[in-house]
């Protein structure tokens, strides 16, 4: 029985991830979403493009994605939108 609500709670958890992936990646925005145009990316300060220099500089970049300019230090989401640091 136990098992059972286990895998129930799985199926749950995966149809919302599912649905948040789908979300976040038509709205091109948010955390959950899948950038798949990354070659396309430029730092919205001073433009400069984002593959090259493109490496996690802290976790919430390894996770979410995302990246820091090299030229001007810009922090930027992986849709190419400055985050503002609080
Ligand atoms: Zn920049």
């Not at 709670?9 to 991830?17: A, D, G, L, P």
């Not at 798949?36 to 996690?56: I, S």
Request: net charge positive; proline share 2%.
């Amino acid at each position: 029985m136990s098992l059972l609500i286990i895998f129930l709670v799985m199926v749950c958890v995966s149809i919302y991830v599912g649905t948040m992936i789908i979300i976040s990646t038509n709205k091109r925005e948010g955390k959950w979403g899948i950038n798949t145009d990354t070659d396309k990316l430029v730092c919205p300060k001073c433009g400069k493009k984002a593959l090259e220099n493109r490496k996690p500089y802290n976790l919430q970049q390894l996770l979410w994605g995302g990246w820091t300019c090299k030229n001007c230090g810009c922090v930027v989401d992986k849709w190419g939108k400055e985050i503002r640091k609080e």
